[in-house]
């Protein structure tokens, strides 16, 4: 059974900096990798979706990396603004089976002026 | 393009009363899911249709939750009865992703804003 885990829980920084968030899969034989934004009170956006045979999906701020082998990937924000906060939850979709997208607890980001 | 439409957006029942969810997924998704997410978790998946077929349920409580897609479209959650620990935020989501072992090129999930469920 696939496990995420995403590292930190939560996190606050000043406005400006560049971060990066974690997130770790149990099981590597993954179809996809996809990393949403969830504001408060709301449904979750779809940021970044890396498949499996890519290392890494870039849109403006945001990079998400993949590495299989070691079960990770992470999410880097360049240049963070207050707007960025939100909460952060990467999901995994195991190859095999029923292709169900498994989230993690998500990253609680709040970027201060 | 219009989105993933859910309703109601709050509700407020009390134990052992029963409560329904609508979804209504982007147009031409076959795919559609329902996942719980409790306060301060990350969502679980509690169904996923392809199509007006159910290919994952094994998570969903089948005691007391039950769910249908008629029509391959719309679709409906039903609590019955309602516990105080299935308090939590009803997501649904779709995905323009085909029959099982053929994949589009998108496989991005859309989620709708969730209906908020409150047992008392």
């Known amino acids: 059974k696939q496990e995420v885990t995403q590292i930190p829980a939560a996190l606050s920084v000043p406005e400006g900096e560049n971060l990066v968030l974690n997130c770790s899969f149990t099981d590597s034989a993954i179809y996809n990798l996809q990393w949403f934004r969830q504001d408060p009170g709301k449904g979750l956006t779809s940021l970044l979706l890396i498949q499996s045979s890519q290392r890494e999906q870039t849109s403006g701020r945001l990079n998400a990396s993949l590495d299989k082998s070691s079960g990770r990937s992470t999410l880097y924000i360049a240049a963070s603004q207050p707007g960025d906060s939100a909460t952060y939850l990467c999901?995994?979709?195991?190859?095999?089976?029923?292709?169900?997208?498994?989230f993690g607890r998500g990253t609680s980001l709040i970027v201060h002026p | 393009e219009a989105g993933v439409a859910q309703s109601p957006r709050y509700k407020i029942i009390e134990k052992r009363q029963s409560v329904a969810f609508w979804c209504n997924p982007i147009?031409?998704?076959?795919?559609l899911y329902w996942y719980q997410q409790i306060l301060g978790q990350g969502p679980k998946l509690l169904i996923q249709?392809?199509?007006?077929?159910?290919?994952?349920d094994s998570q969903l409580p089948k005691d007391r939750f039950s769910a249908e897609r008629l029509k391959g479209v719309d679709s409906t959650l039903k609590i019955q009865p309602a516990k105080l620990e299935d308090s939590a935020v009803y997501l649904c989501?779709?995905?323009?992703?085909?029959?099982?072992?053929?994949?589009?090129?998108?496989?991005?999930?859309?989620f709708g804003s969730g209906t908020q469920l409150s047992v008392l």
């Open positions: 999901a995994v979709t195991t190859s095999g089976g029923s292709y169900i997208p498994t």
């Open positions: 249709f392809q199509n007006n077929g159910v290919v994952d």
């Open positions: 989501a779709s995905s323009p992703r085909g029959p099982q072992g053929r994949f589009g090129t998108n496989e991005k999930l859309f």
């Open positions: 147009s031409g998704h076959a795919t």
